[in-house]
T-cell receptor, first 109, second 113 residues
Framework: QQPVQSPQAVILREGEDAVINCSSS?????VHWYRQKHGEAPVFLMI?????EQKGHEKISASFNEKKQQSSLYLTASQLSYSGTYFC??????????FGTGTRLTIIP | DGGITQSPKYLFRKEGQNVTLSCEQN?????MYWYRQDPGQGLRLIYYSQIVNDFQKGDIAEGYSVSREKKESFPLTVTSAQKNPTAFYLCASSPSGPAYEQYFGPGTRLTVT
């Protein structure tokens, strides 16, 4: 039941855009997105609760396609500070999150 | 300041010893969680508690035990039965309900030799 994230890793030049996908084999109640820097705790980015819901956070936004059981995270005009590993956490109505294996994002100047 | 504290940051133990990791929160959150993270891996749920004096097993509970005697505290014991205990352990808390983010502590890196 672990969600599948793609790609596993991506390298961008500063200012480029990226999309990270998270797919589940089971119907989702909500999707959470976190970013983790090496050796640190994950930091919350956003939660999506409804199908079709889109949310934005500075230049980072996300969508949730309930029918396709997937969510996508969009990073536009990437900055060096966006580097890290991005995790989606899927929740099926029991308040328990199952995290994907992560997407490592590297931004180079 | 409100937050979650975990101690210690680094912990070294000999194989065969039990070890207890501390997690305290002053956010007045009902729910608390323990995750394990291995290099290059995602977070895997060990145990979680949605209310005091109650807790449930997560996906990898074997070899671990927890208690929830106080709302603010959720210690995790790594027992000698855990075959591969070396990992980064993260504690988190959240208000009850699926609509809330989880707040993570800084983590404890446990090394067992």
């Amino acid at each position: 039941q672990q969600p599948v994230q793609s790609p596993q890793a991506v390298i961008l030049r500063e200012g480029e855009d990226a999309v990270i996908n998270c797919s589940s084999s089971k119907a989702l109640y909500s999707v959470h997105w976190y970013r983790q820097k090496h050796g640190e705790a994950p930091v919350f980015l956003m939660i999506l609760l409804k199908g079709g819901e889109q949310k934005g956070h500075e230049k980072i936004s996300a969508s949730f396609n309930e029918k396709k059981q997937q969510s996508s995270l969009y990073l536009t005009a990437s900055q060096l500070s966006y580097s890290g590993t991005y995790f989606c956490g899927t929740e099926f109505g029991n308040e328990k999150l199952t995290f994907g294996t992560g997407t490592r994002l590297t931004i180079i100047p | 300041d409100g937050g979650i504290t975990q101690s210690p940051k680094y912990l070294f133990r000999k194989e065969g010893q039990n070890v207890t990791l501390s997690c305290e929160q002053n956010l007045n959150h009902d729910a608390m969680y323990w995750y394990r993270q291995d290099p290059g891996q995602g977070l895997r749920l060990i145990y979680y508690s949605q209310i005091v004096n109650d807790f449930q097993k997560g996906d990898i509970a074997e070899g671990y035990s927890v208690s929830r005697e106080k709302k603010e505290s959720f210690p995790l014991t790594v027992t000698s039965a855990q075959k591969n205990p070396t990992a980064f352990y993260l504690c988190a808390s959240s208000p009850s309900g699926p609509a809330y983010e989880q707040y993570f502590g800084p983590g404890t890196r446990l090394t067992v030799t």
